[in-house]
Nanobody, 126 residues
């Protein structure tokens, strides 16, 4: 059974930082593309960042470029999202997701991801 478990969410002041982690089990982690998405109240779930199987290629949504960094540690089955210079617009539930490497589609397309975590709340206070 595949499980993705996020951690690291919380409440932070504007301008602050948070580090989210997602640990996977039940799959061969190094053969999966990993992504982070977020969903704010009343809004669609949106792409935040993605990383290929080796960590050698990443991409980001425009609103987070230069502020967020995605990385992975295959030996620990973990993907990390480092979030800096947070603002109120970053308030959302953050989800990690896993997609087989050989599946077609953009990293930003929710439909390519087979597995999702339960999410972790990030709240940025101004």
């Amino acid at each position: 059974q595949v499980q993705l478990v996020e951690s690291g969410g919380g409440v932070v002041q504007a301008g602050g930082s948070l580090r989210l982690s997602c640990t996977a089990s039940g799959l061969t982690f190094s053969t999966y593309v990993m992504g982070w998405f977020r969903q704010a109240p009343g809004k669609e779930r949106e792409f935040v960042a993605g990383i290929n199987w080796s960590g050698g290629w990443t991409n980001y949504a425009d609103p987070v470029k230069g502020r967020f960094a995605i990385s992975r540690e295959n030996a620990k089955n973990t993907v990390i999202l480092q979030m800096d210079s947070l603002n109120a617009d970053d308030t959302a539930v953050y989800y990690c997701a896993a997609s087989p490497t050989d599946r077609s589609g953009s990293y930003s397309d929710r439909r390519r991801y087979s597995y999702w975590g339960q999410g972790t709340q990030v709240t940025v206070s101004s």
